[in-house]
């Protein structure tokens, strides 16, 4: 079974910008859909990015689009999410999760799509 570590969470200013690396590890990443989720206080969990193997195929919610960048190194067995203009509302705890799919073309936008998850990592939006 594949681990996950989520990791580049911190404090930041809104407008500012953060970049999150989920690394994978105890199998190879490469035909592994990752997803990244969040989830604020008193907030259900939302799918906000994922990543397929093949193209690849990618989907971000409407929330982040435009401000938010999924990609992968398999060679790093990362899967990274760069935040920029970040906004309070951004404030969440942050998951990835990985589902095996050897077509390489799942793009999962739903928590229970997901076999494996990360502990998650704290963003904080704050003057």
């Known amino acids: 079974q594949v681990q996950l570590a989520a990791s580049g969470g911190g404090l930041v200013q809104p407008g500012g910008s953060l970049r999150l690396s989920c690394t994978a590890s105890?199998?190879?990443?490469?035909?592994?859909?990752i997803g990244w989720f969040r989830q604020a206080p008193g907030q259900e969990r939302e799918g906000i990015s994922c990543?397929?193997?093949?193209?690849?195929?990618?989907y971000y919610a409407d929330s982040v689009k435009g401000r938010f960048t999924i990609s992968r190194d398999n060679a790093k067995n990362t899967v990274y999410l760069q935040m920029n203009s970040l906004k309070p509302e951004d404030a969440a705890v942050y998951y990835c999760?990985?589902?095996?799919?050897?077509?390489?073309?799942?793009?999962?936008?739903?928590?229970?799509?997901?076999?494996?998850w990360g502990q998650g990592t704290q963003v904080t939006v704050s003057s």
């Open positions: 990543i397929s193997t093949n193209d690849p195929g990618i």
């Open positions: 999760a990985a589902q095996l799919d050897p077509t390489g073309r799942l793009v999962a936008t739903k928590s229970s799509e997901y076999g494996s």
């Open positions: 105890g199998v190879a990443m490469d035909f592994f859909t």
